[in-house]
C-alpha cells in the first residue's frame, strides 16, 4: 500500500528553523515528482514547492512567499522527502502535506495531480 | 501566477441532488485542472485530474468538465458523505494555484 508520512513539525519561535520530513513506501520514490502543499489554520490550500527526480538533477521549485526561506530536498536512498524552513514567520503557521506529484516515466502523459497526500505535520510560529 | 475561483464558496442540498461547483481560470490552461476533496481534518484526496478523468477508486457519481478557462465538478446524486470542502488546482505551470474551496453541506 502507498503511503507517505510526515514528521517534525512543532511549536517554534519567530525567526526560528525547522525541518519536516516526509518518508515514503509503497511506490517506487525515485520516479516521481514530490511536492509540499500546506494549510493555514481555517484557510485553504497553499503550494509551497516541489523537488524533482535525479533524472531531472533534483532541481527544486518554490512559492514566491518562502523562495530564499524554504528549501525543498529529497533524499531517494531513504525515499524521503524534506523541507528546510528558515527564517519562520507567523504566518508559515499551517498544516505542512507532502504529497506524491507527477511520475517521471516514459509514458507518462503530461498531466499532474497529487494523487497520494500524507496526513500531515503541524507548525505552529509563535512567541 | 494564475488565479483560480471557484463558486459557489459554499451551498447546501439534499441527500440525492445534483450539485454542480465552478472553477474559472484567469488564463487559458486547456485541460491541467484537478480537483479535490477534503474531509475536516484530514488530508485532500484526488477526485479528478486533467479535468475530467476520475480518479482510480473514486465513485462514478462525480464528475468534470470543461477546458480553457471554465470548469465544472459535478456530484450526481450527493451522499452523506459527500459533506467536504472541494478544491480545483491547476497544474498547467509554476506555482501551482488552488481555487479557494467550496464548502458542501448535505
Known amino acids: 500500500e502507498v503511503h507517505l508520512v510526515e514528521s517534525g513539525g512543532g511549536l517554534v519561535q519567530p525567526g526560528g528553523s525547522l525541518r519536516l520530513s516526509c518518508v515514503a513506501s509503497g511506490f517506487t520514490f525515485s520516479d516521481h515528482y514530490m511536492d509540499w502543499v500546506r494549510q493555514a489554520p481555517g484557510k485553504g490550500l497553499e503550494w509551497v514547492g516541489r523537488?524533482?527526480?535525479?533524472?531531472?538533477?533534483?532541481?527544486?521549485e518554490h512559492a514566491a512567499s518562502v523562495k530564499g526561506r524554504f528549501t525543498v530536498l529529497r533524499d531517494d536512498s531513504r525515499n524521503s522527502l524534506y523541507l528546510q524552513m528558515n527564517r519562520l514567520q507567523t504566518e508559515d503557521t499551517a498544516v505542512y502535506y507532502c504529497?506524491?506529484?507527477?511520475?517521471?516515466?516514459?509514458?507518462?502523459?503530461?498531466?499532474?495531480?497529487?494523487?497520494?497526500w500524507g496526513q500531515g505535520a503541524l507548525v505552529t510560529v509563535s512567541s | 501566477d494564475i488565479q483560480m475561483t471557484q463558486s459557489p464558496s459554499s451551498l447546501s442540498a439534499s441527500v440525492g441532488d445534483r450539485v454542480t461547483i465552478a472553477c474559472r481560470a484567469s488564463?487559458?490552461?486547456?485541460?491541467?485542472l484537478n480537483w479535490y476533496q477534503q474531509e475536516p481534518g484530514k488530508a485532500p484526496k484526488l477526485l479528478i485530474y486533467?479535468?475530467?478523468t476520475l480518479q482510480s477508486g473514486v465513485p462514478s457519481r462525480f464528475s468534470g468538465g470543461g477546458s480553457g478557462t471554465d470548469f465544472t465538478l459535478t456530484i450526481s446524486s450527493l451522499q452523506p458523505e459527500d459533506s467536504a470542502t472541494y478544491y480545483c488546482?491547476?497544474?498547467?505551470?509554476?506555482?501551482?494555484?488552488f481555487g479557494q474551496g467550496t464548502k458542501v453541506e448535505v
Open positions: 504529497g506524491r506529484g507527477c511520475p517521471d516515466l516514459p509514458n507518462w502523459n503530461g498531466y499532474c495531480a497529487f494523487d497520494v
Open positions: 488546482q491547476q497544474s498547467y505551470n509554476f506555482p501551482r494555484t
Open positions: 523537488a524533482r527526480n535525479r533524472a531531472h538533477s533534483y532541481t527544486a
Open positions: 488564463q487559458n490552461i486547456g485541460i491541467y
Open positions: 486533467a479535468a475530467s
